[in-house]
Nanobody, 125 residues
Framework: QEQLVESGGGLVQAGGSLRLSCAAS????????MAWFRQAPGEERDFIAS????????RYADSVKGRFTISRDNAKNTVYLQMTSLKPEDTAVYYC??????????????????WGQGTQVTVSS
């Protein structure tokens, strides 16, 4: 059972930046495809970005492409989400997720096996 813990959320002004981290507990982190999702109040949980096991391949939602960057450090069992040029509509709870297998570009929540508890990101205008 993989445990994921997100950190780095907070309140930021529009145009600002934040970096989210997600630390995994198990020794098999490098075997997981990782992803970030977000959920605004009253909305579904939406895909933001995913990254392959090696970190060599990534996929982004159109809404964040060019502003957000997903990366991972397998030696530290951590995946990151660097967010820049933040907008009020980026306000949401951000979740990291992990899935077994090599397919790294999946975007549906049901395709991910493990989830963190979420971290709140609030962008003020």
């Amino acid at each position: 059972q993989e445990q994921l813990v997100e950190s780095g959320g907070g309140l930021v002004q529009a145009g600002g930046s934040l970096r989210l981290s997600c630390a995994a507990s198990g020794p098999t982190f490098s075997t997981y495809t990782m992803a970030w999702f977000r959920q605004a109040p009253g909305e579904e949980r939406d895909f933001i970005a995913s990254i392959s096991r090696s970190g060599g391949s990534t996929r982004y939602a159109d809404s964040v492409k060019g502003r957000f960057t997903i990366s991972r450090d397998n030696a530290k069992n951590t995946v990151y989400l660097q967010m820049t040029s933040l907008k009020p509509e980026d306000t949401a709870v951000y979740y990291c997720a992990a899935r077994t297998g090599v397919t790294w570009y999946l975007t549906r929540t049901v395709e991910y096996n493990y989830w963190g508890q979420g971290t709140q990101v609030t962008v003020s205008s």
